[in-house]
C-alpha cells in the first residue's frame, strides 16, 4: 500500500510574513516565479497562514496574538498587534460618504423644500465632508441631519 503523506510550504518574508503557501498530497514543485521581494521556502508550513508568522530564530510557525480590535494591524517586524489609523479613517470615510449619498435627492432643484431646509441639509452635507478634520478617529462627533 503506497499511502502519500501530505506536504506544505510557505514562501516567508524576513520579517516573517508568509506571502505563499501551497498543500499537496503528490510531489509537486512550488512555483515561486511570480512572487517580488526577499522571501525564503519554509517546509512544514500549518494550514492556517493567516493566523501565524514565522520565527527565523527559533525556526518555528508561531500564532499571532488574538487581535485588540478593529483598526490593527499585525506588525511582522514588532511581532505585535499596532493601531491603524489609514484604516480607521477609511471606515469613517466609508460612512461618511454612504450618508452623503443617502442626502444627494435633497439638494436637487426640483425637491419641495423651503430655501430653509435646503440650507439646512447643505450645512449638514458640509459637515459631514469635514468630518476628517477631526482629530481622533475613534472619537468623532457626527453631525445630526435636519428634520
Known amino acids: 500500500m503506497n499511502t502519500m503523506r501530505s506536504k506544505s510550504y510557505a514562501a516567508v518574508t524576513p520579517s516573517g510574513k508568509i506571502i505563499a503557501s501551497i498543500w499537496s498530497t503528490y510531489p509537486v514543485d512550488f512555483d515561486t516565479t511570480n512572487l517580488q521581494g526577499?522571501?525564503?521556502?519554509?517546509p512544514g508550513a500549518p494550514?492556517?497562514?493567516?493566523?501565524?508568522?514565522?520565527?527565523?530564530?527559533?525556526?518555528?510557525?508561531?500564532?499571532?496574538?488574538?487581535?485588540?480590535?478593529?483598526?490593527?494591524?499585525?506588525?511582522?517586524?514588532?511581532k505585535a498587534w499596532v493601531f491603524s489609523a489609514a484604516a480607521a479613517w477609511g471606515n469613517i470615510r466609508a460612512e461618511r460618504d454612504r450618508l452623503i449619498g443617502k442626502t444627494d435627492w435633497r439638494i436637487l432643484a426640483d425637491v419641495n423644500q423651503s430655501s430653509e431646509e435646503r440650507r439646512a441639509w447643505l450645512v449638514y452635507r458640509q459637515a459631514l465632508r469635514d468630518i476628517t478634520l477631526q482629530a481622533d478617529p475613534l472619537n468623532i462627533a457626527w453631525p445630526v441631519p435636519p428634520t
Do not use: Q, W
Open 38 to 42: 526577499d522571501f525564503v521556502v519554509i
Open 47 to 78: 494550514r492556517d497562514v493567516l493566523r501565524v508568522y514565522y520565527d527565523h530564530a527559533s525556526a518555528t510557525f508561531v500564532d499571532m496574538p488574538a487581535s485588540p480590535g478593529e483598526y490593527y494591524e499585525f506588525s511582522y517586524d514588532k
